[in-house]
């Protein structure tokens, strides 16, 4: 009962950096989330994917793309790491009648941007 | 848009207190309000929720009523245990996506 995969759980990057968070999930649900999580923030919204082929942006998406490769996979990319981007990020994922109904999240993956 | 504010933490009890965990939103409409609980080291998951005022959403001894004339959802349990320690999160259903508040962590002693 795999639910939501992320991987990687834990990265280094040095600043300037690429990399790719990836993001699955096995419910056949229609929506997709990315989150970061910071100390003292909490959870703010990256960008999200209402249904497969859409994308939007969040609060923060500033330094980030999405990629909603099909209705299971949603990837994250950094395309040039800050340190700024240090946090733990989350994917989510939500049935019909999105967010309304329960969000079901992967267990993060640990970021640490030198 | 739709925001929530909850109380900072962290909230240090002994076993069997009574918990409370405010939390206030401001929201357009009557949206659905739920907490999630996220313990060490993992995601965060579903504690209970409600859907229109007066609604009252329960799961594991915990409780919370939606209140549209406080704007509030706070969080109680009457007996709290060591295994309850962990963040708790209150959040605001908005367009397509979830707000989620600050989270208070909540650690139980013996």
Known sequence: NAGVTQTPKFQVLKTGQSMTLQ???????????????DPGMGLRLIYYSA?????????????????????????????????SQTSVYFCASSGSGGPSRELFF?????LTVL | ???????????????????????????TGYPSLFWYVQYPGEGLQLLLKATKADDKGSNKGFEATY??????????????????????????A?????????GTRLLVSP
């Open chain 1, 106 to 110: 992967g267990e993060g993956s640990r």
């Open chain 1, 23 to 37: 993001c699955a999930q096995d419910m056949n649900h229609n929506s997709m989330y990315w989150y970061r999580q």
């Open chain 1, 51 to 83: 249904s497969e082929g859409t994308t939007d942006k969040g609060e923060v998406p500033n330094g980030y793309n999405v990629s909603r490769l099909n209705k299971r996979e949603f990837s994250l990319r950094l395309e040039s790491a800050a340190p």
């Open chain 2, 1 to 27: 848009g739709n925001s929530v504010t909850q109380m900072e933490g962290p909230v240090t009890l002994s076993e069997e207190a009574f918990l409370t965990i405010n939390c206030t939103y401001t929201a």
């Open chain 2, 94 to 102: 908005g367009f397509q996506k979830l707000v989620f508040g600050t």
């Open chain 2, 67 to 92: 209140r549209k004339e406080t704007t509030s959802f706070h969080l109680e349990k009457g007996s709290v245990q060591v295994s309850d320690s962990a963040v708790y999160f209150c959040a605001v």
